[in-house]
């Protein structure tokens, strides 16, 4: 159980394209969902918290407009990177809390995304 | 704030042989949890175990168990029998909510 898949797992596109990124709850309905990115041998960096139903809340220093962020359903968020840049590239990660479930404070991660741009 | 410490960038283990991995925290709450997640070279992250602040028995989850020391912020992982699907990069976090992570942990396991 507690099951999150993220499709693409990896996608490569010119520069100033953009880019969506699934994330989906398969087996739980989840209102919570984060968003990270992660570099080669670091950890976790928290991009956003995705709410469904309501606008994301973006941690400092990560531009709202270039990262957009969709959370339509309890089991949907998605991730746009707009007009990417080789910058972007990287590893983005989603998580989500199991909503009225037993371990609801915990967060199950997707598989990741890998992002290149060209 | 809410910071989590992890001081062993890496380690390494021989099969079968037990490791511990060190994790401290800082938080003002009362009611919170701690977690450990692994992260394979598939970079898949993993809930390996998980522990409430409020209970004081230490979480086991089969080869694996916590050493939590509430009044010294402590939250060890020890991998017992270790084997070599173990090795990965082991993160403590701290919740819930926004979870707070360490820098991580790369556990090699040596055949």
């Known amino acids: 159980g507690a099951v999150v898949s993220q499709h693409p797992s990896r996608v490569i596109c010119k520069s100033g394209t953009s880019v969506k990124i699934e994330c989906r709850s398969l087996d739980f309905q989840a209102t919570t969902m984060f968003w990270y990115r992660q570099f080669p041998k670091q950890s976790l960096m928290l991009m956003a918290t995705?709410?469904?139903?309501?606008?994301?809340?973006?941690e400092q220093g990560v531009e709202k407009d270039k990262f957009l962020i969709n959370h339509a359903s309890l089991t949907l968020s998605t991730l746009t990177v707009t007009s990417a840049h080789p910058e972007d590239s990287s590893f983005y990660i989603c998580?989500?809390?199991?909503?009225?479930?037993?371990?609801?404070?915990?967060?199950?991660f997707g598989p990741g995304t890998r992002l290149l741009v060209l | 704030a809410q910071t989590v410490t992890q001081s062993q960038p890496e380690m390494s283990v021989q099969e079968a042989e037990t490791v511990t991995l060190s994790c401290t925290y800082d938080t003002s709450e009362n009611n919170y949890y701690l977690f450990w997640y692994k992260q394979p070279p598939s970079r898949q992250m993993i809930l390996v175990i998980r522990?409430?602040?409020?209970?004081?028995q230490n979480a086991t989850e089969n080869r694996f168990s916590v050493n939590f020391q509430k009044a010294a912020k402590s939250f060890s992982l020890k991998i017992s029998d270790s084997q070599l699907g173990d090795t990965a990069m082991y993160f403590c976090a701290l919740g819930p909510g926004q979870f707070y992570f360490g820098t991580g942990t790369s556990l090699t396991v040596i055949p």
């Open positions: 995705s709410n469904e139903g309501s606008k994301a809340t973006y």
């Open positions: 998580s989500a809390n199991p909503t009225g479930l037993m371990y609801q404070e915990t967060q199950y």
């Open positions: 522990q409430e602040a409020y209970k004081q």
